[in-house]
């Protein structure tokens, strides 16, 4: 059970496919905002708690939610990293490509159906958790991390 860098035929179907299924708009521009289409039932937080955390508490907490969230959800996940390399590997990887955070730039979690995953947005410094069992699994510790949600998507 191991980390998987994409090869660049499924690095492509998996982008495009993420571009096509989520209507991906990269931009620092705030009237592109919120850089996809979210999802129905999805729920967005701001990253600004994180602002005042020097010691890293909240950011690591942050990531052992998320992660054990897509754990309890999921078996396999895609990593993505907008114009970098990309991933596959199973949920019970000791190490894990990435964070949930956007550290600089597009940071993707997704199953490979991609009915769940996060949407880690650097501009507008969000985090957008998406797919019923994940956000039902994770929305409650991720407020008290974050504070409330930014939006949620009807």
Do not use: N
Request: glycine residues 6%; hydrophobic residues 40%; aromatic residues 16%.
């Amino acid at each position: 059970m191991s980390v998987e860098t994409l090869g660049y035929s499924e690095h492509r179907q998996v982008w495009h496919r993420f571009y096509a299924d989520f209507a991906f708009r990269p931009s620092t521009d705030r009237f592109q905002w919120p850089g996809i289409s979210e999802p129905s039932g999805s729920v967005t937080w701001s990253l600004t708690a994180l602002d005042d955390d020097p010691e890293y508490r909240l950011l690591d907490r942050l990531v052992s939610v998320v992660r054990r969230g897509l754990t309890a959800c999921a078996d396999e996940l895609y990593a993505l990293d907008w114009h970098h390399d990309a991933y596959r590997f199973p949920t019970a990887a000791k190490d894990w490509p990435l964070s949930p955070f956007p550290d600089g730039d597009y940071y993707i979690y997704l199953t490979p159906d991609f009915r769940l995953g996060t949407f880690g947005h650097p501009w507008e410094y969000t985090l957008c958790v998406f797919g019923e069992a994940l956000v039902t699994a994770i929305s409650a510790e991720l407020t008290e991390v974050l504070g409330e949600p930014l939006r949620r998507s009807a």
